[in-house]
């Protein structure tokens, strides 16, 4: 990483927040009211992916075809689950080292975006305080395609005013890190080697992340 770092892009779902847990019991319960189990294996499969796209990866394991006004209804019924849950979220569900490390960030002189394609991603925000932290805010509400489009990114490196080679983006996704790589875009991972070894590099939690690493890994 030679690049000057000018910019961090943050995903909001297990990175900053952890709501996947969220969007599981609410996926899980459409799937058993349509009749079919729903996993946790099968739930990873969702991981980055927009609403729409999610539904048809759960209609498929359910092994059913639905006329698509059938489908934005199921959507619309699993989001507003979903709303409901998030709306008790509070600070103390950020996850461990975030608040910090965006704190350094902007300390530090570094800019701050979410990119995230949650629709919901200012519901989370604002219940969890975090929203004050970010210098840009591109969610699912401003893009059109899903990650790994890279749209989400080359947005918010637009709207924060820096060229892509001077963004990193932190995701837990492959999708996310395919979408940083095809938006000229460093990433580091969040999450396991074994699924994010794409990225640059790869830790546990924003807990191994600081500013004085930040700037060894563009020395």
Known sequence: MTNSVKACLFDLDG????????????????????GFAFTEQDNERLKGVSRMASLDILLSIGGIS????????????????????????????????????????????????????SKNAMTILNNTGLTPYFDAIVDGTKTAAAKPDPEVFTLGAAELGVSPEECIVFEDAEAGI??????????????????????????????????????????
């Open 15 to 34: 990175v900053l927040v952890d709501t996947a847990k969220y969007h599981y019991l609410a996926w899980k319960r459409l799937a058993e009211e349509l």
């Open 66 to 117: 639905l006329e698509e006004a059938a489908r934005l209804e199921l959507a619309e019924r699993k989001n507003n689950w979903y709303v409901d849950m998030i709306s008790k979220m509070d600070r103390s569900e950020i996850l461990p080292g975030a608040l910090e490390f965006l704190q350094e960030c902007r300390n530090n002189g570094i800019k701050v975006a979410l990119g995230s394609a």
């Open 178 to 219: 395919e979408a940083a790589a095809r938006a000229g875009m460093r990433s580091i991972g969040i999450g396991s080697e074994e699924t994010l070894g794409e990225a640059n590099l790869v830790i546990p939690s924003l807990e191994h992340m600081s500013y004085r690493r930040l700037s060894e890994l563009q020395a």
